[in-house]
């Protein structure tokens, strides 16, 4: 089956810094790559995601990357601000399995004003 | 926010008890998404469902049942509850599965 792997697990950056995650995947035929936020004390919400016919997505300070060759993915922040302060889950799903997406491990950001 | 509850959103049970957990949806989702939350290990699939009666096993189903006997209602069953089955407990639905899912609030489960 799939396998995610993301990094860093814990993240602290300065308000006003940029955040970058990194997630690599396993399986080749995976084709769409979601990303969550999860606040404390709530379930992880969809914040961005990207399908493979697209190498990049923006929607205002946050941005994808996907990289189909390196089996790589990235979730850019600019401008990070303390309400950022989340945990961050990637995933991927495989369009020749389940279709289930196998989420990373997280990653704990921290912004510090 | 699409319309997902969980109930109880706290427990406390002694090890050997059963114990069921409710994920109620208003969004006539097909699919529906029990997951487990522990430090270190993310968000674990544990049992999904893409349609009524219809359930297929995650990763981590091992202790675990799950019914789906109406659309918006998947419940997971713990037969025997262990101390190792502590964790909190996330549901999510789609509307497939490579749509959005959309999460609970969570459960938070202890089994002493």
């Known amino acids: 089956g799939e396998n995610v792997e993301q990094h860093p697990s814990t993240l602290s950056v300065q308000e006003g810094d940029s955040a970058v995650i990194k997630c690599t995947y396993s399986?080749?035929?995976?084709?769409?790559f979601p990303w969550y936020k999860q606040e404390l004390g709530k379930g992880p919400q969809l914040i961005i995601d990207?399908?493979?016919?697209?190498g990049e997505k923006k929607d205002q300070r946050i941005a994808v990357t996907l990289n189909k060759t390196a089996k790589h993915f990235s979730l850019h922040i600019t401008e990070t601000q303390p309400e950022d302060s989340a945990v961050y889950f990637c995933?991927?799903?495989?369009?020749?399995?389940?279709?289930?997406?196998?989420f990373g491990r997280g990653t704990s950001l921290i912004v510090h004003p | 926010d699409a319309g997902i509850t969980q109930s109880p959103r706290h427990k406390v049970t002694e090890t050997g008890t059963p114990v069921t957990l409710r994920c109620h949806q208003t969004?006539?989702?097909?699919?529906m998404y029990w997951y487990r939350q522990d430090p270190g290990h993310g968000l674990r699939l544990i049992h999904y469902?893409?349609?009524?009666?219809?359930?297929d096993k995650g990763e981590v189903s091992d202790g675990y049942s799950v019914s789906r006997s109406k659309t918006e209602d998947f419940l997971l069953t713990l037969e025997s509850a262990t101390s190792s089955q502590t964790s909190v407990y996330f549901c999510?639905?789609?509307?497939?599965?490579?749509?959005?899912?959309?999460f609970g609030p969570g459960t938070r489960l202890t089994v002493l």
């Open positions: 995933a991927a799903s495989t369009a020749g399995g389940s279709y289930i997406p196998t």
């Open positions: 999510a639905s789609s509307g497939g599965p490579t749509d959005t899912q959309y």
């Open positions: 469902s893409y349609g009524v009666k219809d359930t």
């Open positions: 969004e006539n989702h097909r699919y």
């Open positions: 399986d080749s035929a995976s084709n769409y």
């Open positions: 990207i399908r493979s016919n697209v």
